[in-house]
C-alpha cells in the first residue's frame, strides 16, 4: 500500500517526494493544445435540449485512451455525449476520487469579440475561446496530468474517476443528472470531487494574493410566479387587475432584504480574510453582528469582499414579464420569472418568505431546483488542495469560499460525492476572472495552465 505524499491529519505537512514526481514538458505542452483543440470544437448550449458535445466527447475519449484508460461514451440523446473513465488507484481500499468537468459551452457571437471564439486560437501567450475558463481548461488539465502519469509510470493513491459531461450549462439532464440517475455504479467508491470554479488568483490589494477555492454552492430556485385577477375593459372599475397584482408582488420580491445567513463555509472565509488583513475576526454569533457590522468587514476587506459578499444571504432577482397584450385589455392573468438563490440550510425560510411576498392573489413554484451544497473546509482534502497552491505560488493564500451560482456537483453531490471548486489557475493583476465566464473575449494565460497542471498533479498525488 503507498502511503500519501502528504500525511492528510496535518495540514502544515509538506510533501515527501519531490513535487513535479509525474509531470513533464510534454505534459506542459499538451495543456495548451487540448485547450486550443477543446475551444475549437464548437459544442454549444443553447438550452432546451438543444447541444452537441460528442466531437468533444470523442476527442476527450481518444485522448484518455492514448494513455491506456478505458472511457466509456454515454448519451441519452443522440449526439449528448459524456465520456467517465476510471483510473485504478494503488490503495484498492481508500475511497475514489472524481474528477469532472463539462464539454458544452455557452453560446458566443464573433461579431463581439477580438478574436473568434471557436478559433482556439494563442496568441502572445493567451489562449482565446469559448471555454478557455468555463471550463475546456480544466478538460485539457485533467487530461494533460493523467496522460503525464502514465508516461512517468505515476499512479495516485486513490482511485480516480474522471467524468466530461454534457449539459451544464442548461439543466443537466443530458449530462451529469442523467450519469447520476442511470449510471451510478460508474462512480462506485467516490466520496469527494473536484471540479470548476475554485483556485484562482484575486490580487486583494496591498500585494495580497489570494485563491478561493470553493467548499459550497447555493442551491438554485428559479421561480414561476402567475397572479390572478378579474378580465376586463380597460376603462372600467378594476380591483382585481392581475398586472397590478403581479407587478406588487414582483416589486415586494426585488425589495426584500434577506437577512444575513452566515453559513459555516461562509464563516470561514471571512474568518481567513479578517486575519489576513490583521483584523480580529468577528464573533458572528454576537446580536450585535449585523448588517451594518458585515458591510464595515467587507469593507475593509477590499477586492476579496466581492467573492463573499453574494454568499451571505438568500437573493431573488425577478429576470422576466409575462403580462397582457392590449393596452385596453385587462388580462386575467399575469406571469413573472425570478432566479432565486438559496444557501445551504436556507431552504425552509426561502420558501416561507415567498408565500409571504407573493401574497393571496399570485402564485409561486419552482420550474427549477438544485439543491445547496456544503463541503468540510476542516477536512484533510481542503487543506491538501491549498497547500498545493500556496507551495506553487508561495506567499499567496488558499482561502474557503461558496459559490454563488451551481455546478455538476450538485448532481453528483446525490451520490454522496462531496464538491469542491478547484480548477487552479495563476492570473496575473488585472485579468477579471469573473468577467470571463460567459463573457466576451474568453481567454486563458498558458502560464496560468501550466500552473493548474502543476497544482493540480501535486494535490491528486497527496490525496
Ligand atoms: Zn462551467
Not at 416561507?352 to 413554484?365: F, Q
Request: include cysteine.
Amino acid at each position: 500500500m503507498a502511503e500519501p505524499l502528504v500525511d492528510p491529519t496535518d495540514p502544515t505537512a509538506r510533501p515527501r517526494a519531490l513535487p513535479q514526481a509525474g509531470i513533464d514538458d510534454r505534459a506542459l505542452l499538451e495543456v495548451v493544445e487540448f485547450t486550443s483543440d477543446l475551444i475549437r470544437l464548437d459544442t454549444t448550449n443553447r438550452g432546451a435540449g438543444r447541444g452537441h458535445e460528442r466531437p468533444a466527447a470523442e476527442y476527450v475519449a481518444e485522448r484518455l485512451a492514448e494513455a491506456g484508460l478505458e472511457p466509456v461514451l454515454l448519451e441519452k440523446a443522440r449526439g449528448r455525449s459524456n465520456v467517465v473513465a476510471r483510473l485504478p488507484g494503488t490503495d484498492p481500499s481508500a475511497d475514489a476520487l472524481l474528477l469532472h468537468g463539462h464539454l458544452d459551452v455557452v453560446p458566443a457571437d464573433p461579431a463581439d469579440w477580438s478574436v473568434h471564439p471557436f478559433s482556439g486560437e494563442v496568441r502572445d501567450g493567451v489562449v482565446w475561446g469559448r471555454g478557455a475558463i468555463d471550463m475546456k481548461d480544466m478538460d485539457a488539465m485533467l487530461l494533460a496530468v493523467v496522460r503525464a502519469w502514465n508516461r512517468t509510470g505515476v499512479r495516485p493513491r486513490r482511485d480516480v474517476v474522471l467524468a466530461f459531461t454534457a449539459d451544464e450549462e442548461d439543466s443537466a439532464e443530458f449530462g451529469a443528472a442523467y450519469l447520476v440517475q442511470q449510471h451510478a455504479d460508474l462512480f462506485d467508491g467516490c466520496t469527494e470531487g473536484l471540479s470548476e470554479s475554485g483556485g484562482f488568483t484575486v490580487h486583494a490589494g496591498d500585494g495580497l494574493r489570494l485563491y478561493p477555492v470553493a467548499a459550497g454552492e447555493r442551491g438554485t430556485a428559479w421561480l414561476r410566479l402567475t397572479a390572478h385577477g378579474r378580465a376586463g375593459h380597460g376603462s372600467k372599475v378594476n380591483r382585481e387587475n392581475a398586472v397590478s397584482r403581479l407587478a406588487a408582488a414582483v416589486h415586494r420580491i426585488a425589495e426584500h432584504r434577506w437577512p444575513l445567513r452566515l453559513t459555516d463555509t461562509v464563516r470561514a472565509s471571512l474568518t481567513a480574510l479578517a486575519e489576513l488583513r490583521g483584523l480580529t475576526p468577528p464573533d458572528f454569533d454576537d446580536p450585535g453582528f449585523d448588517d451594518a457590522a458585515l458591510d464595515a468587514l467587507l469593507a475593509r476587506l477590499g477586492p476579496a469582499a466581492a467573492f463573499v459578499e453574494p454568499t451571505v444571504r438568500n437573493s431573488t432577482n425577478p429576470t422576466a414579464l409575462e403580462a397582457g397584450g392590449k393596452v385596453n385589455v385587462i388580462p386575467g392573468s399575469a406571469g413573472a420569472l425570478v432566479d432565486g438563490r438559496v444557501l445551504p440550510g436556507g431552504e425552509a425560510e426561502f420558501t416561507a418568505t415567498l408565500d409571504a411576498l407573493t401574497g393571496p392573489h399570485v402564485e409561486w413554484d419552482y420550474y427549477h431546483r438544485e439543491i445547496p451544497l456544503q463541503a468540510p473546509v476542516d477536512s484533510a482534502t481542503f487543506a491538501v488542495l491549498c497547500e498545493a497552491i500556496e507551495h506553487f505560488d508561495p506567499g499567496a493564500h488558499a482561502v474557503p469560499y461558496c459559490m454563488s451560482g451551481g455546478t455538476d456537483a450538485k448532481h453528483f453531490a446525490r451520490l454522496g460525492v462531496r464538491g469542491y471548486g478547484f480548477s487552479p489557475l495563476r492570473l496575473p493583476p488585472g485579468f477579471d476572472y469573473g468577467a470571463m465566464y460567459h463573457g466576451v473575449d474568453e481567454r486563458v494565460p498558458v502560464d496560468a495552465l501550466h500552473f493548474g497542471v502543476r497544482v493540480l498533479n501535486r494535490a491528486l498525488l497527496a490525496l
